[in-house]
């Protein structure tokens, strides 16, 4: 039995679409927690049944709800872990539910009925909910008829998005805005985007659509494939995708092309004249490709309202574009477009222009002021920018008469006056929500220019951005007057030249402010008071050159509940800094995470820290030790001397430590035994490492691994003994030429070498294992194929083997419910 279980719950985990953390359950939370204190109301004499089945009801609720437990509820679960047993059956549950709640509420019903636990496998696996079954079909059916008459438009119209895709949010919600389909507020004034994200909060809460993943800041969403089905089906063929060339249905207004490499050069030939067309989508592009886009497409498609060519390499559009004079929305987001066409500003309907990512764009046009609609001009960029550098070198004049705008996620001051803008732009734009970056401050002529962007009025900002170049003019006096709204949450501040900071930096009326960034301050000697920002969690100064002591009396302020709410403090490129001196009122109460990036002059920390779990420090050669962090769990050590081998005595209770770049020969005698509580220990980068201690590793270890560690030549013998081990990685270690038996490790699952071309032949491995992977091992690879070796017979019996990206072996069965021993 527990061999099936094993086998099953890494199938489960290996599969990306069974994640429980994006599994859309919220719909059926609140049932269930009904369901949990309806049993409640009779605890004492119903005591016996609720611990039968209440793992199932936990196990639903742990990813479903967003309203927490109430603290008797939680009461009652807290002796119920969620283990491996009770996470296998909420991820066959969750697998039999297909993404809709109705099914998850049928079977918790019927599971809630049944007190024998044993029957429980037959229920599970009894229930027909198959595509084809008409019960599944009822059900989705009815989901969407009971939604609100406001909603059924929006979720019809969203089967535009391919199955093969994922969207965010403000994505779609600004199509549903060219469309029409969000209807205002006849109770308020507010805007059309907070009544879509109204629309589009319930469908995800009602599981029409479902969290795939974040991206950056944002959430992706995607559609099941039932779920698409389902508004394909009740768009009444107006919404279509095509992929190679087909005939359209004559009712089509909204068209989804998934591009083909092999009709990129003739894509448009492909698509049918429609004149009824409202909304055209280019999927699955890459920069790579460009589009030949006709120079009649404003002809071709009259009526579009929607149009998006994201992600695909095109560095211009026709300037028939501007003949489009229904288009409501442009998307041009990851494309290389350098320049737009003045044509674009005769699109008088235009709401939306999305250029985020358009690193090569270097302005936009000069009559844009006429595009008196426009809400969103997105000029965000989400790269890395040490890979990418933003080429906008200018805005408009008179872009601040498109009082509308809801986003303008970059302003760029010109050195050219004459034609171009000045700050003085953003003065009337105060309905601007989410991030604005302001660059070239130093262009700025005085404090009275800067005040004229009346920041202040801003309140709808949630993110501010303010950055300077090389050139010094008054800094000073200009980011006084550059104080934002007190709503904002997150304060960037680069480039800043003066000496000391502004007054309104460190104000408690920011009491929203969440998050602070201080880049290269060079001249600055003293950090601030900003210990008295009450809700401020992450705090990062980097470059702060001029900075070589810190006292935390000053760092702190008068305060005597300073940085109450900091979490997260990170210390980067500050080359000259020696000493952080303590202070009993700067205790740090909250702080859980320290990062201490290339201070290469810092010596040691004298803080108390008694909530402090994970440090971090890099690139600091002069550290000299840990103390006085007693909930300390997470060590990661990078090209930072060999101090962690003093303070590995000092560490109470780690469970994870990563140790990379360090120019350690070998690892120290008996320190494998010190930490009974380490469960995850990686080691790469060593460079010069040849040999680990067989006491190695600490004995309670489940995961383990060791890459990029080329003059490594064996790994411990002491690896045999771990009882506890589940994973191991061993990559790009070239000087190995075997591996210990591991055939007494018998809780090991996972094994993965990579790049380790002198290893000839596979270890011993226990029964245990049930997922073996091997790339870029030529002599194993080719041993592990060959079916007459004993390398082949090793690998004959695990479950999953894969060689060189390609499974070569499965033995995986149609999996079935199956209820774990711990739960019989």
């Not at 300073?562 to 001196?581: P, R, T, V």
Request: hydrophobic share 35%.
């Amino acid at each position: 039995m527990s061999m099936a279980i094993s086998r099953l719950l890494w199938a489960f985990r290996s599969a990306s679409y069974l994640n429980i953390s994006t599994f859309p359950m919220a719909a059926i939370a609140d049932l269930l927690k009904k369901e949990l204190l309806q049993l409640g109301n009779d605890f004492n004499a119903k005591q016996k049944r609720l611990a039968s089945y209440v793992p199932m009801i936990q196990a639903v609720l742990t990813g479903a709800g967003k309203t927490p437990l109430s603290e008797q509820q939680k009461i009652w679960l807290t002796d119920l872990k969620d283990n491996d047993a009770v996470r296998l059956i909420k991820e066959q549950v969750i697998r039999k539910c297909k993404g809709i709640p109705f099914i998850a509420a049928s079977l918790g019903h019927k599971v809630r009925l049944e007190e024998d636990r044993r029957k429980w496998a037959s229920i599970l696996q009894g229930e027909d909910w198959s595509s084809n079954s008409n019960d599944f079909k009822r059900a989705l059916q009815l989901s969407y008829e009971q939604l609100d008459s406001h909603l059924k438009p929006c979720f019809a119209y969203s089967s535009i998005v391919s199955q093969k895709f994922q969207f965010e949010e403000e994505w779609l919600i600004q199509l549903w805005m060219a469309q029409g389909l969000i209807q205002p507020n006849p109770n308020s004034n507010e805007p059309m985007e907070d009544t879509g994200r109204s629309y589009f909060s319930t469908l995800v809460e009602q599981s029409f659509f479902q969290r795939a993943h974040i991206t950056g800041e944002q959430h992706s969403y995607c559609l099941s494939w039932m779920m698409h089905d389902l508004a394909l089906g009740v768009s009444a063929e107006e919404c279509h995708t095509m992929e190679g060339s087909c005939t359209l249905p004559e009712q089509v207004r909204h068209l989804t092309v998934v591009f083909r490499k092999e009709i990129a050069t003739n894509l448009f030939e492909k698509i049918p004249r429609s004149e009824s067309l409202h909304t055209l989508i280019i999927m699955g592009g890459s920069s790579d490709f460009s589009m030949n886009i006709p120079d009649d497409l404003g002809v071709r498609f009259a009526r579009l309202r929607a149009l998006d060519f994201s992600n695909f390499g095109i560095s211009d559009l026709p300037e028939s574009i501007g003949k489009l004079k229904h288009l409501r929305c442009l998307q041009l987001r990851g494309t290389k477009i350098k320049c737009l066409p003045e044509s674009i500003c005769s699109l008088y309907n235009l709401q939306t222009l999305g250029l985020r990512d358009c690193y090569e764009l270097s302005g936009l046009p000069g009559k844009i002021s006429n595009i008196s609609k426009l809400r969103h001009i997105d000029l965000a960029m989400t790269c890395n920018p040490c890979q990418y550098v933003c080429s906008l070198r200018c805005m408009p004049k008179g872009i601040g008469s498109l009082t509308d705008l809801q986003t303008l996620s970059r302003f760029v001051i010109s050195q050219r006056r004459t034609d171009k803008t000045d700050i003085s732009e953003l003065a009337n734009l105060n309905n601007l929500h989410g991030q604005l970056i302001i660059s070239n401050l130093h262009l700025v002529k005085d404090s009275e220019e800067a005040l004229q962007a009346r920041l202040a009025s801003k309140q709808f900002l949630k993110k501010l951005e303010l950055s300077w170049g090389d050139k010094v003019r008054q800094t000073e006096q200009i980011l006084e007057r550059l104080n934002p709204s007190s709503s904002i949450e997150e304060l960037t501040i680069s480039g800043y030249s003066g000496i000391t900071c502004p007054s309104w930096l460190w104000s408690p009326d920011y009491r929203n402010l969440v998050t602070m960034r201080l880049y290269d301050f060079k001249n600055c000697n003293v950090v601030p008071p900003l210990g008295q920002l009450p809700k401020l969690e992450n705090l990062h100064l980097k470059g702060w050159s001029g900075l070589t002591s810190m006292n935390c009396s000053n760092f702190c302020g008068r305060s005597t509940d300073a940085f109450q709410s900091l979490k997260k403090l990170h210390f980067e490129k500050l080359d000259n800094f020696q000493i952080w001196g303590g202070s009993e009122r700067c205790a740090f109460p909250a702080l859980l995470e320290l990062v201490l990036e290339n201070c290469s002059n810092l010596e040691k920390l004298t803080h108390y820290l008694p909530s402090l779990t994970k440090i971090t420090v890099e690139g600091s050669l002069k550290f000299d030790g840990l103390w006085n962090f007693p909930s300390l769990k997470y060590v990661n050590v990078i090209a930072s001397g060999e101090w962690i081998w003093k303070s590995w005595g000092s560490l109470s209770s780690p469970i994870s430590i990563t140790l990379c770049a360090l120019p350690t020969v070998e690892f120290p005698l008996g320190l494998g035994w010190t930490h009974p509580s380490l469960q995850c220990l990686e080691i790469s980068h060593c460079e010069s490492l040849k040999y680990i201690p067989k006491d190695w590793p600490p004995r309670n270890l489940n995961h383990l691994s060791v890459k990029h560690c080329s003059q490594l030549r064996e790994l411990p013998s002491g690896i045999r003994r771990l009882q506890a081990l589940e994973d191991i990685e061993i990559i790009d270690c070239p000087g190995l030429t075997r591996l210990p038996d591991m055939d007494g490790l018998t809780s090991l699952l996972r094994l993965e070498i990579s790049d380790c071309g002198s290893i000839l032949c596979l270890p011993r491995l226990p029964s245990s294992v049930q997922f073996l992977s091997i790339n870029k091992c030529p002599q194993l690879s080719s041993s592990c194929k060959n079916e007459h070796s004993e390398d082949h017979w090793k690998i004959n019996r695990i479950f999953s083997v894969w060689i060189d990206g390609d499974q070569v072996f499965s033995s995986a069965d149609e999996p079935r419910f199956v209820i774990p021993a711990k739960l019989q």
